[in-house]
């Protein structure tokens, strides 16, 4: 099929400003908030004083939203509310954003035996010196959940609760 010269440059235009367009299309993070819901941290619960240096309990009930045989979970301590918003492509928050990392954790699923690398979280866990005066911080937990439908990536489920900080 042959094209007249006026209707070839058209399309050669239409083509080049197809790509403008795309190309000037911002890209969205690819990560994905959680639709299957997140988890509950019941412990510590909001509004408990703790002590830097001092021990406090921590009790973590995943949602597991897509059945995954294993949840990862990460734990931090932020000085703001976390929200979404604040977490990097990885389901994490960015250095300079958050005041301390406890790490990752894997929490089994339907009985199944806990793994040795990352370990499940533990029943306690100890307040850092934070380098910053007394008031309220945030303990938040982002569940990464896995296993979902083909070809979705990773969603992430952010949970967190209000500490009392005490210097």
């Known amino acids: ?3 007249s010269t006026t209707v070839q440059a058209a399309l050669t235009l239409a083509a080049l400003a197809f790509g403008t367009v795309q ?3 911002p890209i969205a993070k690819r990560q994905m908030e ?5 988890g509950t941290l019941t412990e510590p619960a909001d509004g408990t004083t703790i002590s830097s240096g001092a021990t406090y309990d921590f009790e973590y009930h995943n949602g597991n939203g897509c059945e995954s045989g294993y949840s ?3 734990v931090w301590i932020l000085d703001t509310a976390p929200v979404f918003a604040d977490l990097n492509t990885t389901g994490e928050f960015s250095p300079g954003n958050y005041l301390f990392s406890y790490g990752e954790y894997l929490i089994p699923n339907f009985g199944l035996p806990p ?3 990352p370990t499940p979280p533990p029943a306690t866990l100890e307040l850092p010196e934070l380098g910053i005066p007394s008031g309220d ?10 296993d979902c439908p083909p070809d979705i990536p990773i969603e992430y489920g952010l949970t967190y609760n209000t500490i009392s900080y005490e210097a």
Request: hydrophobic letters at 55%.
């Open 34 to 38: 959680s639709g299957h819901g997140t």
């Open 137 to 146: 911080v945030f303990i938040a937990v982002v569940e990464s959940l896995l």
């Open 115 to 117: 793994m040795s690398s």
């Open 23 to 25: 190309a000037a299309i």
């Open 72 to 74: 990862p979970i990460t």
């Open 1 to 3: 099929m042959r094209f």
